[in-house]
């Protein structure tokens, strides 16, 4: 394999795959920025952007995971699985009623 090549290669697996959470986290950004009302402000949500909310979200994750045992950690990412894959099918209403604020 040439060598730009396996850069270019491993640039891609550090720095574009997050585990399945960190995953979940891009896409919960995505949809509330495609479903958020322009009353809803990023700051609503507790987040300057939708960059800082994805951040948040898996530097959040972050945190959680060091203290998860081997088999939690299975656990946890087989949910955000299941939570992605329930995701992919909410309606915009859906979403904002999941992750908008609570008040």
Not at 40 to 66: K, M, Y
Not at 70 to 99: F, G, I, N, P
Request: with cysteine; net charge negative; glycine share 6%.
């Amino acid at each position: 394999m040439p060598r730009a090549a396996f850069a270019l290669m491993v640039t891609a697996v550090v720095a574009g795959c997050g585990d399945r959470c960190e995953n979940l986290c891009t896409s919960v950004g995505l949809e509330l920025g495609t479903c958020k009302p322009q009353s809803l402000t990023w700051n609503d949500l507790g987040a300057r952007s939708r960059s800082d909310f994805v951040n948040q979200c898996q530097q959040q994750w972050g945190r959680e995971r060091i203290d998860l045992s081997a088999s939690d950690l299975r656990l946890a990412l087989a949910a955000c699985k299941d939570t992605q894959r329930e995701l992919d099918t909410l309606t915009c209403d859906e979403v904002l009623a999941l992750y908008g604020p609570t008040e």
